[in-house]
């Protein structure tokens, strides 16, 4: 475990994880969701701008109260984004799941669009969540297992369908 500060232009060095041992990585900041995404070879790590979420959570109709979290989660196949694509998530959250619309915060409740994300809120604290996204035109599915929720905040996971 270790903090970085990020560079003016937001660069920042982090040690190597240790081989079979799931890492992840933590954002926080002033303007941003607090997030968390497992630590990848890719050089992105997402985070989401707080008016954004707001305008998500405002589009949905949710509500985000403290002792849950949020899960932003994308669906891809070979890499790219895979539409048509349903998701649940074990034990369910208070909402969703919501997929990507025509805008980053028309959410709707038909399968993935274009972009293949899914959003769920109002996930525990206290219990991992088992995203499982099913694609109905070929019956393949695929499990995010674990994943943890922080208070707050969002998790991002990606599910990679065969």
Not at 63 to 79: E, H, K, P
Not at 136 to 149: A, L, M, N, S
């Amino acid at each position: 475990n270790g903090t970085a500060t990020t560079a003016d232009n937001g660069a920042f060095v982090m040690t190597t994880p240790t081989a079979g041992i799931t890492s992840t990585v933590s954002v926080t900041g002033a303007g941003i969701v607090p997030a968390t995404t497992p630590l990848t070879a890719a050089a992105t790590i997402p985070v989401l701008n707080q008016a954004l979420f707001d305008q998500m959570v405002l589009q949905t109709g949710i509500t985000t109260t403290n002792g849950s979290g949020s899960i932003l989660a994308t669906v891809t196949r070979g890499g790219k984004p895979v539409p048509g694509i349903t998701a649940v998530a074990t034990p369910a959250p208070a909402f969703g799941p919501f997929f990507d619309g025509t805008t980053p915060t028309a959410f709707t409740v038909n399968p993935t669009g274009t972009q293949g994300v899914v959003f769920f809120s109002g996930a525990a604290l206290n219990a991992p969540v088992n995203v499982t996204f099913t694609d109905p035109v070929t019956q393949t599915e695929t499990t995010v297992g674990g994943v943890q929720v922080i208070d707050g905040g969002i998790t991002f996971v990606e599910g990679n369908l065969p």
